[in-house]
């Protein structure tokens, strides 16, 4: 069927912020939805409050929107957006995961969707509740004849229809004054009937436990990555589990589930249109047995251990789940549940929309699954659309086929988050993933381990706790039975200490195919360390086309990596590169998208799909799997580095193995290598290229420290780096080498000192004296960073840290020597120790130069003061409160720096302002974090230009002006402590946020409120502050508590602070600090008398004291803040959120203001 032609302007709802979850695979599908609705001509309208996202840059939808995404800014766009242009208005809520989902159904039933005319496509409100309500999808299921899990629904439906019912009665009795005051009444007393539907639920949840018994599985409805559920293996568990669930669910609902923990899990990614043709596009199936979410388990394509006839079993239900729900143009991801004892299958659970697992289909398969799902909501059929990858050869309908095996193996940040168990459960604790692809299921498993960037090469030898205590056998059994980040490497190691495949089934359930395969590559490493590499080709081979990398080789043969690399080549072994096509090579594929692999020569040649064009060719290094410290923003960089080199003549080349992002989409760049970025991998890739064509260059500048620190294995290659040489940015790392820069060009800096072992380390502090900031060189994030500020935390930092950043191959030179251990690291890459400047203000400056000339982009100031790391700290560009002689001075030091370090590309420099004086914290000669919020500020390109200068343009050829603009843009931090119980929540210099939001605005009050909004913040409008400071931050507090209390906000303090606000004319009630006796504030939080916190400590002690306070504010979504600058930007915030001026505009709006 051709396209629909009554509609003419289509809103897309972006996911928002990445948090662990929902990450930046909404990116990825809203990028390929926007392209693909706006090449057919339709009006795009986007709102999306992540300006890391390549969607919202604003040459890609017509009406680009960086404004929170809650149902209240959403109705405002579309009262805005309704009649820009005549035709009918859509909205399609199926590409920003469970953010837009919810987003919108809050649309429906607040009428606003009816009111406006607007209809929903993609997927319909009553198909998107039949799914995500656990009640009405388990009916769904018994009406087809599926089998869900025996469970029991925990909700306060009655309570709410009675609530609803009695304000409708009300409502239509009254009129004008009386009819505002009632709806206003109504609106302030959503918390406390919310508090009412919990305890009604968890009454319920009670009764529901009777009859399923324990261990239990809570699913909230409505969440996304598993938030707010879990296992519950006792009654006290249950409780605190049910608590969370039905805070986080927004219906207040869960669904408690027997427990099928040990059975195989498995999904079918489907594609229906309305025409009822259905297609698999991919079946993926969890390596980790149930009881792990998803997300956080290790997942293979296709399905390996089903037979022809499960899976067709599997493939029947999962297509007859799509028609029951009501799914008619998309794709949607259906979840099953099998017994490996009996065979039975239940259904777990659908996603009707795109998902986490939809982009992994795609990339697996190279079938491009948001863009078709774009094209069906539009009225197409699968059969109207052409498959891009074979070049329009085959239409949408042929479903994928595939000659290889893809594994993807979660990446975690424990390290982030001291105190947190690493005990894998339904709630996906995740950050980052990484993809490899393989001839067979063990080259893709260590293809995978290496490209995590963990420091594993391979199957890597680990320590198994509780050894040698006199009872290993249960040792080995608890490490096999809890699943971690590391079981995989746990069964590989009980394997190498005998036990059998039966014996691990029985302890961890991990199917016994996949036991077997790991025991042939365990075998094997046994082999190469009995005997020593083979001397021939074909032994060679063999090794290689099971995954192992050279790095692992040389382990087990007792020799280095070069060595054994040499050996290789002399060998004539080389990876050969095949493409993904959707069609087992049946059709020929234009679209260069490739992995490599090592196969046996046929007929005496090996068949290589590369085929390297003659054209002048530039590579680009993404940055693999996201973590903590390197995420989105620095694919970002990546995408548009391959955009502007493609504009500029080149043929840009993607080398990069996350699935979620933009950058590894098959028509992002020219040419798309999916492989680990490890200097084998890298290098090999570099040799091939060379083979036709010019090599122009590799970019290493924006993929954060993973292709950074492949610099140097590239240049010893005599590969070309483009940019700022290595050596530039290696002096901007060493202490001695940069100190000696500044002291040329008469630059300030905290007093500071390196330390090459643990009693230099000792020296250098008592030297400088305490408070101390403390860091590891080449580190990004602020990996174990700290502020030191007493002396006895100093030990625990040398000797408790540190520990946690040794390599296993020096851990196994110095067993028992951890101070021996930590000296040969520091050797290498010294601790860095800086005097922490207390209360100073610090500042990002991010410039361009080709080092001739330089630009300033864009001064930050940093909300949060110095001592937070950046990534963490909420900043404001331009600056609120620097004059414009600093401003100046900064722009001066900035250039000197830019000039005197060679800098070509990209630089970010962080600056510290204590007392009017300038001090240089830290010189990033490469891409930074801040480039998308800068870009999205400014209006200008900044990492297009970068690329192109670093290619060999002049910046004086894009005639950049200084941009004189009207607006504020506010960056704000958004934190994953909810998913992580016990872990305290008060910042500090190492990065801990997983994602960012941006609130715009003519005003710094109101950009600020925004972006509280848009990081998830419920802003009170009414209610109780409490306050508790540190002494000097007692004065500077008073004029925030004075607007709030003029707001109309009760005062709450403990006896300082509530001594001082009295005396100051504030009326302020005093409350006990914990420790002090109940009832205390804690208390009076869990209670729902508290709404907003404001608390600054100083020193271990106090900073102990007061966590529980922090935990109780983040657990009962309290807004709290742990800074002064935070606190008083929040007091203005408030003012303004209060005074309606929360306007919605468009981003290019602003720059035509500009």
């Known amino acids: 069927m051709p396209k629909r032609t009554d509609i003419s302007t289509i809103l897309i709802i972006g996911a928002g912020p990445i948090v662990i979850g929902q990450a930046c695979e909404f990116d990825y599908s809203g990028t390929q939805a926007v392209k693909t609705l706006k090449e057919e001509g339709y009006r795009i309208v986007l709102v999306n409050s992540n300006p890391a996202t390549i969607m919202t840059d604003p040459e890609l939808a017509d009406a680009t929107y960086i404004e929170p995404i809650t149902p209240e800014i959403v109705a405002k766009i579309i009262e805005k957006e309704r009649h820009v242009i005549p035709g009918g208005f859509a909205l399609l809520p199926t590409m920003g995961g469970q953010t837009a989902l919810n987003c919108a159904l809050s649309l429906r039933r607040q009428g606003t969707l009816d009111k406006f005319d607007v209809e929903m496509i993609g997927a319909t409100a009553d198909a998107i509740d039949k799914a995500e309500d656990r009640q ?145 596009v991919c079946s993926i199936e969890n390596f980790d047995p149930m009881g792990v979410h998803t997300g956080d388990s290790i997942t293979v394509a296709p399905a390996l251990t089903l037979t022809d006839k499960e899976y067709q079993i599997m493939r029947d239900a999962s297509l007859a789940v799509l028609r029951e729900i009501g799914v008619e143009t998309g794709g949607s991801n259906v979840q099953f549940g099998v017994n490996p004892e009996d065979g039975r299958m239940v259904v777990i659970e ?16 190279g079938f491009p699954i948001a863009k078709v799902a774009a094209k069906l909501a539009i009225g197409y059929t699968l059969d109207e659309i052409a498959n891009d990858i074979t070049g329009g050869a085959t239409p949408a309908s042929f479903e994928p086929t595939i000659d290889y095996v893809v594994t993807k193996i979660p990446r975690f940040a424990f390290e982030k988050f001291p105190g947190a168990s690493t005990t894998l459960t339904t709630s996906m604790k995740s950050v980052g993933e990484v993809m490899a692809i393989g001839r067979t299921f063990q080259e893709s498993l260590q293809k995978a381990l290496r490209g995590l960037e963990t420091g594993l090469t391979g199957l890597d030898e680990i320590e ?23 079981r995989i490497l746990q069964v590989a190691q009980a394997m190498r200490l005998g036990w059998s495949n039966e014996d691990i089934f029985n302890s961890c359930k991990i199917d016994p195919w996949f036991l077997g395969e ?62 993904i096509d959707t069609c087992a090579a049946e059709f020929a594929s234009p679209t260069a998208y490739m992995y490599s692999t090592y196969e046996s020569p046929f007929a005496g040649s090996v068949a290589d799909e590369s085929t390297p064009s003659d054209k002048k060719k530039v590579i680009i290094l993404g940055g693999g799997p996201n973590r903590i410290g390197q995420g989105i923003e620095f694919d970002y960089c990546c995408c548009h580095a391959c955009f502007a080199l493609h504009d500029a003549g080149y043929e840009s080349i993607m080398v990069n193995c ?49 292709p950074l620190k492949l610099a140097h294995a590239l240049e010893a290659a005599e590969v070309p780096i483009l940019g700022t040489s290595p050596d530039a940015i290696d002096l901007a790392e060493d202490r001695d080498r940069f100190k000696r820069v500044l002291d040329k060009l008469r630059l300030k800096q905290p007093k500071n000192g390196i330390a090459y072992s643990v009693e230099q380390a000792r020296l250098v502090a ?48 110095y067993p028992n020597d951890k101070t021996g251990q930590i000296n040969t690291v520091l050797g290498k890459n010294p601790l860095l120790f800086d005097r922490y400047l207390s209360d100073a203000t610090e500042i990002d400056v991010d410039c361009l130069c080709d080092g001739k000339d330089t630009f300033i982009v864009g001064i930050m100031e940093h909300i949060e003061e110095a001592g937070i790391h950046s990534g963490d700290s909420a900043c404001s560009l331009p600056p609120h409160s620097l004059d414009a002689k600093m ?136 209610g109780t502050v409490f306050v508790s400071v540190r002494e000097s931050d007692k004065t500077r507090i008073a004029e925030a508590v004075r607007e709030l209390h003029s707001l109309g906000f009760k005062v709450l303090a403990t006896s300082g602070t509530a001594r001082f606000l009295t005396d100051e004319g504030i009326p302020t009630e005093k409350v006990n600090k914990v420790l002090e006796g109940r009832p205390h504030i804690v208390d009076a939080i869990t209670n729902g008398d508290v709404q907003l916190v404001f608390n600054t400590t100083e020193g271990p002690q106090a900073l102990a004291d007061s966590r529980s306070l922090r935990r109780a504010a983040l657990l009962h979504k309290v807004p709290y803040y742990t800074t002064l600058s935070g606190a008083v930007a929040a007091a203005q915030g408030i003012r303004a959120y209060l005074g309606g001026d929360l306007e919605v505009r468009t981003l290019q709006s602003y720059f035509s203001e500009t």
């Open 350 to 365: 659908m996603n009707p929309r795109v998902s986490r697992s939809s982009a992994l289909a795609s990339k697996a398969t």
């Open 136 to 280: 009405l999808f388990r009916e769904a299921m018994t009406k087809i004849g599926l089998e869900t899990p025996k469970s029991r629904l925990a909700n306060a439906s009655e309570l709410k229809k009675s609530f609803r019912d009695k304000y409708q009665a009300e409502r239509a009795k009254a009129s004008g004054a009386a009819l505002e005051e009632l709806e206003r009444q109504w609106t302030l007393g959503e918390g406390d009937r919310r508090k009412r539907y919990q305890e009604y639920a968890l009454g319920q949840a009670m009764m529901a436990l009777s009859e399923i018994g324990l261990p239990a599985i809570i699913r909230p409805s409505f969440t996304m990555g598993g938030t707010g559920g879990g296992i519950a293996y006792n009654k006290e568990e249950f409780l605190d589990i049910i608590e969370r669930g039905l805070d986080a669910s927004p219906t207040n609902e869960v669904l408690i589930e027997e427990s099928v923990l040990g059975w195989k899990e498995f999904e079918m990614e489907v594609v229906r249109d309305k025409k009822d043709n259905c297609i698999i």
């Open 658 to 706: 996350n699935p979620e992002t933009v950058s590894t989409d098959y028509d992002t760049a020219d040419r798309l290598y999916f492989e680990p970025l490890t200097a084998e991998d890298v290098l090999e890739i570099i040799a091939k290229e060379r083979t036709n064509g010019t090599l122009h260059g590799v970019i290493v500048q924006f993929g954060g420290q993973t």
């Open 766 to 813: 008592t030297d400088l004296g305490l408070p101390l900031v403390v860091r590891p060189s080449y580190v990004l994030g602020g990996r174990a960073m700290q502020i030191i500020r007493e002396e006895n935390q100093l030990s625990d930092y040398l000797l408790g840290t540190l520990p946690e950043l040794v390599p296993a191959d020096v851990k196994a030179r």
């Open 464 to 486: 198994i706790e509780g050894l040698g205590r006199d009872d290993d056998k249960n040792a080995i059994r608890a490490a096999l039975g809890t699943p971690t980040p590391n």
């Open 887 to 1022: 401003i100046e001075e900064l722009e001066r030091q900035t250039r000197e720096l830019a000039l005197g370090l060679d800098v070509v590309g990209l630089m970010n420099v962080q600056y510290a302002i204590k007392d009017g004086e300038i001090y240089v914290l830290e010189v990033n000669p490469r891409a930074s974090r801040t480039v998308p919020f800068v870009a999205k500020v400014v209006g200008t390109p900044v990492a297009k230009i970068a690329a192109r200068i670093m290619a060999g343009e002049k910046l004086a050829d894009f005639k950049l002006k200084k941009a004189d603009f009207k607006h504020v843009g506010v960056k704000e931090s958004v934190f994953p402590f909810a998913r992580f119980p016990g872990v305290d929540t008060v910042l500090g210099p190492e990065m801990r946020s997983t994602g960012e939001v941006m609130g715009i605005d003519r005003s710094f009050a109101v950009a600020f409120a925004k972006s509280q909004l848009g990081g998830g913040t419920r802003v009170p409008r009414k």
């Open 518 to 579: 790991m025991r042939g590559i365990v075998d094997m490493e046994e082999k190469v360390r009995k005997h020593g590499l083979p001397g021939n080709a074909f032994g060679m081979r063999t090794l290689k086309a099971m995954g192992f990398s050279d790095a692992r080789l040389a382990v087990l043969a007792e020799t280095t990596e070069a060595e054994l690399t040499a050996k290789r080549h002399a060998l004539g072994v080389r990876p050969v590169y095949k493409r």
